[in-house]
């Protein structure tokens, strides 16, 4: 079956702190998606991978295609970094994104 | 900067009446796509579009649902009859080609009472 796991499920940080969060799936996948979710509940973009890294600002995204794992990193993290962050796959021969669980993300000042 | 815009930002409806989300793709993008997230639960894929047809769609998308992009630049979900359990966030997508990235709308929150 098809999954996508993220670990933790929940995360607290105080602010500055170095914050990773995990992804894992199950089989071979075309492209990885890394998303954000405000408590309004907007989805933004943050980075698509197919392999290697991806850095944006102080967020960086790692994949690892034959452990497939991915992990999100966000450097000097700040209270406007709390969100729920979201690993989400394209399988191949599916148009399809199947989403994982989230990580809830609390950083205080 | 480009976006998909949906609206309404939030409609309240009956059990069993008709419901219309709308969502305007981003303009020269060629997917097209439905999820849905019920509260506290994690997004799910309700449909794709491509090409003036589905491409793919879930099990959740039964005869109660139905999509069209009757001009050109709106996508549309409909839901015929709709049921408690339709209660959710229903988020519209779209992207360029199949090498980019989607972006997707704000949401529109359905509540079914």
């Known amino acids: 079956k098809n999954e996508v796991e993220q670990s933790p499920q929940n995360l607290t940080a105080q602010e500055g702190e170095f914050i990773t969060i995990n992804c894992s799936y199950s089989?071979?996948?075309?492209?990885l998606h890394w998303l954000q979710q405000h408590p309004g509940g907007g989805i933004v973009s943050l980075f698509m991978?197919?392999?290697g890294k991806k850095k944006h600002g102080r967020l960086i995204a790692t994949i690892n295609i034959q452990e497939k794992h991915s992990s999100l990193h966000i450097t000097a993290s700040h209270p406007r970094d709390s969100a729920v962050y979201i690993c989400?796959?394209?399988?191949?021969?599916?148009?399809?994104?199947?989403f994982g669980t989230g990580t809830r993300l609390q950083v205080f000042p | 900067e480009p976006e998909v815009t949906q609206t309404p930002s939030h409609q309240v409806t009956q059990m069993g009446q008709e419901v219309i989300l709308r969502c305007v793709p981003i303009?020269?993008?060629?997917?097209f796509y439905w999820y849905r997230q019920i509260l506290g639960q994690k997004v799910e894929f309700l449909v794709s579009?491509?090409?003036?047809?589905?491409?793919?769609k879930s099990e959740i998308f039964d005869d109660q649902f139905s999509v069209e992009r009757p001009d050109g630049s709106n996508f549309t979900l409909k839901i015929r009859s709709t049921k408690l359990e339709d209660s959710a966030m229903y988020f519209c997508?779209?992207?360029?080609?199949?090498?980019?990235?989607?972006?997707f709308g704000q949401g529109t929150r359905l509540t079914v009472v």
């Open positions: 997508a779209s992207r360029g080609d199949q090498s980019t990235e989607a972006f």
């Open positions: 089989v071979g996948i075309s492209a």
């Open positions: 991978l197919s392999s």
């Open positions: 989400a796959v394209r399988y191949y021969n599916t148009d399809k994104l199947i």
């Open positions: 303009s020269n993008h060629l997917y």
């Open positions: 579009f491509y090409n003036n047809e589905i491409s793919e």
